[in-house]
């Protein structure tokens, strides 16, 4: 799990993109194994939950896209995302995942707790 918070916090600063995730080797020491599928699935569910964008291109511009693929109900689904990631990894490895003020994500300031103590 501190490999997750690793990525959310990285997300809230600036942002993961998929490969990111699918590596595992964001923030983690050499020689540790890649994430299982679940904590993929469960790494992708998690930044989302947190409110972050998720698209191609640079968050903080207008150029940044969402591809209607991965939404449901107009939001991004995590499912979705990884069904379509399986189907075509390269597609999908710079699929960026970015919080955008932070401050009004519901798990924003705990995210910023837990990095402060930890």
Same mark, same amino acid.
């Given at each position: ?31 540790? #194994?890649? $994430?299982? *599928?679940? =904590? ?5 569910? /998690? ?39 399986? #189907?075509? $990894?390269? *597609?999908? =490895? ?5 919080? /955008? ?18």
């Amino acid at each position: 799990m501190n490999w997750i918070s690793n990525l959310v916090a990285e997300a809230n600063r600036d942002l993961v993109f998929m490969w990111h995730i699918t590596s595992g080797r964001f923030s983690a020491p050499a020689g540790v #194994a890649a $994430p299982s *599928e679940k =904590e993929i699935d469960e790494a992708i569910s /998690r930044l989302i939950e947190i409110g972050a964008r998720v698209g191609f291109g640079d968050p903080d511009s207008a150029e940044f896209t969402n591809p209607l693929e991965i939404l449901a109900n107009g939001k991004p689904c995590a499912s979705i995302i990884s069904e379509l990631r399986h #189907a075509n $990894p390269t *597609e999908y =490895e710079f699929l960026v995942f970015a919080v /955008r003020n932070p401050a009004a994500q519901p798990y924003a300031a705990a995210d910023r707790l837990r990095r402060l103590l930890s």
